[in-house]
């Protein structure tokens, strides 16, 4: 799984994290970014985000929006 560069994630997007617990599982868990902690423009597991809820994990999908 090619990782999504910090570049492409904004405060306040809805995205898919994996959470430290849930590493092996790959579960993802949904929310909004509330603060980017990867300083690198890059890494090679994802880069580290706060959701507004307060959980920590590393971006695996960026949700897209759809108009309807």
Not at 13 to 29: C, E, G, M, N, S
């Amino acid at each position: 799984m090619i990782s999504i560069p910090r570049n492409k994630i904004k405060k306040g997007q809805r995205v898919r994290i994996v959470l430290k617990k849930d590493q092996r599982t790959r579960k993802l868990t949904e929310g909004i970014v509330e603060d980017i902690l990867t300083k690198s423009a890059a890494h090679p597991h994802g880069i580290k985000v706060r959701l507004e809820n307060g959980l920590v994990g590393r971006v695996k999908e960026i949700v897209e929006h759809h108009n309807n």
